[in-house]
Structures are given as C-alpha cells and as structure tokens.
C-alpha cells in the first residue's frame, strides 16, 4: 500500500509536485500520464524512494511493501551475460548461487528468454533488453512494481508483447503496478486508475473500466476510454 498526503515537492525554487493526494492499495495499477515536465518521473522517484524523504517540502509518504523499480533506459550491465544480469541482484542480497540460478531460469522461461541467457546485453534487440530488466526485477520478489516508460524505445507489436507480459505478472502474482507513460493507449491497457497530471498537480483520476477485460484492445470500450484520456489531456 502506498499513500501519499499532500505532498509537495520543488527542485531550488521551482515547484515540481504541489499538493499531491494518491491512494494505492495493494494488488492494483496506477497509470501516470501528462505532459514533458510536469512530475511524473519525479512522483515516481519520491514513491521509489530514490529521492530521499527528507527533501520532501510538505506533506507525507506511507508505503508498505517491497518495491522493485524497472528503469526505461533498463539499467543493464553491459559486460554481464543476461543471465548474469538477473542473478547480480541476488547475489547481491546475499542469495545462495544455486537458488539463484533456479529462480533466474524460470523467470528466463516465464520472460521465453530462456535462450538467450548466456548473450550480452548488446546482442539482444530493445524489447529483449526490457523483458531482462523486467526479469531482474521480478527475481527480488517485489510486493509494487515501478515502471518509467516501459515502452517509449519500442515499435508497436513489441510495445504490446510487453505490457501483456506485464499484465500477466501483475495479474497472476497479484503484484501492484505503478507507472508513467505518455502513451494513452498503454495507460488504459494496463492502468486500473490513470492519474493525468499537468504542471505538477494531479487534473484528473479516471476509473478505467475497460481494464483487464479479454481481447480489449478490439473494443470500442478500449478506444472510448482512450478518447476520454486524450480529452482530459488536451484541456491541460
Ligand atoms: N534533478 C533535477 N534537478 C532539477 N530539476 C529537475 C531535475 N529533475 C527534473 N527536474 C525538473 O522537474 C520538472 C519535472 O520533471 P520530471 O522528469 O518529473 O517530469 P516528467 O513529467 O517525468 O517529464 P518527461 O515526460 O519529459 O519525462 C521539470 O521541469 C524538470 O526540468
């Protein structure tokens, strides 16, 4: 679970979050989008904890719960194997190698990236890269994923592979999802509420009914909803 309570945030003198009010409970998603600039990778970063607590200007942060980020530029070490790259963290954490390696091959196979194990990141494409940094997070065992643009490097068809693996992650482990996108479509794919932001304020919260909902991409709901979110934006 994470809350936060009017929070506010500035970067020296300039206003980056103001008075920030989010609830999200566990075992559901949060899309965030808005416009270049206007805080969500700094929303993320505050949820993440990756900027400290004591900069926070005002209010509170609660959150229980592990949390797992995966970056959009993937954060992979180049000169480690794939498989590699995922067992790092665990050991890392002090995991025994052989529990390690067991857990990196099923998430390998769950991520049908089991064959390119041994590879190096400059080997494999951009959507094969995101399933590793995916992978790698998955093997710590997060209670709430963080995502920055999952997708933004992507072409369409692999865009989709990957948030249906997300999907099916978040769904099945019965993980929460936060994310930030600037793609409407993948807000409404994957986000059970969409926060839309402008100049670092939330505008709007919209309950997406079309979430989780078979085949949806072919349906009107989908693109009923995807219109709505595009309304909201374009009114700023
Ligand atoms: N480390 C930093 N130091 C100073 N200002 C920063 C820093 N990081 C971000 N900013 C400023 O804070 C504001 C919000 O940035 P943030 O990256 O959160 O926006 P964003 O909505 O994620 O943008 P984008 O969609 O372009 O990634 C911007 O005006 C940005 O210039």
Not at 155 to 165: G, L, N, R, S
Not at 204 to 228: L, T
């Given at each position: 679970?994470?809350?936060?309570?009017?929070?506010?945030?500035?970067?020296?003198?300039e206003?980056?979050?103001?008075?920030?009010?989010l609830?999200?409970?566990?075992n559901?998603t949060?899309?965030?989008?808005?416009?270049s600039?206007?805080?969500?990778?700094?929303?993320?970063?505050?949820?993440?904890?990756?900027?400290?607590p004591e900069?926070?200007?005002?209010?509170?942060?609660?959150?229980?719960g592990?949390?797992?980020i995966?970056?959009?530029?993937?954060?992979?070490?180049?000169?480690?194997?794939v498989?590699q790259?995922?067992?790092?963290?665990?050991?890392?954490?002090?995991?025994?190698?052989?529990?390690?390696?067991?857990l990196?091959?099923?998430?390998?196979?769950?991520?049908?990236?089991?064959?390119?194990?041994?590879k190096?990141?400059?080997e494999?494409?951009?959507?094969?890269?995101q399933?590793?940094?995916?992978?790698?997070?998955?093997?710590?065992?997060?209670?709430?994923?963080?995502?920055?643009?999952m997708?933004?490097?992507?072409?369409?068809?692999?865009?989709e592979?990957i948030?249906?693996?997300i999907?099916?992650?978040?769904?099945?482990?019965?993980k929460?999802?936060?994310f930030?996108?600037?793609n409407?479509?993948?807000?409404?794919f994957?986000?059970?509420?969409i926060?839309?932001?402008n100049?670092?304020?939330?505008?709007?919260?919209v309950?997406?009914s079309?979430?989780?909902?078979?085949?949806?991409?072919?349906?009107?709901?989908?693109?009923?909803?995807?219109?709505?979110?595009?309304?909201?934006?374009?009114?700023?």
């Amino acid at each position: 679970m994470i809350k936060l309570e009017s929070l506010s945030f500035s970067y020296g003198k300039e206003k980056v979050l103001d008075n920030i009010n989010l609830e999200i409970k566990e075992n559901t998603t949060l899309a965030i989008i808005g416009p270049s600039g206007c805080g969500k990778t700094t929303l993320l970063y505050i949820i993440a904890g990756l900027i400290s607590p004591e900069k926070i200007e005002k209010g509170n942060l609660f959150t229980r719960g592990e949390i797992g980020i995966i970056f959009q530029n993937y954060g992979l070490f180049p000169w480690k194997s794939v498989e590699q790259n995922i067992i790092l963290p665990l050991k890392a954490k002090g995991k025994d190698i052989k529990i390690s390696k067991e857990l990196s091959n099923n998430i390998l196979k769950r991520l049908n990236i089991f064959e390119l194990k041994d590879k190096f990141p400059k080997e494999i494409s951009g959507g094969q890269k995101q399933r590793v940094a995916i992978g790698r997070t998955l093997a710590l065992e997060p209670d709430i994923l963080l995502m920055d643009e999952m997708s933004s490097a992507l072409d369409a068809m692999t865009k989709e592979d990957i948030q249906d693996i997300i999907m099916e992650i978040v769904t099945k482990d019965k993980k929460s999802l936060i994310f930030v996108t600037h793609n409407i479509e993948e807000a409404v794919f994957l986000g059970q509420r969409i926060v839309v932001m402008n100049k670092g304020k939330i505008r709007s919260i919209v309950e997406n009914s079309s979430f989780g909902k078979k085949d949806i991409r072919k349906s009107r709901e989908f693109y009923e909803n995807c219109i709505k979110i595009r309304e909201i934006l374009e009114e700023g």
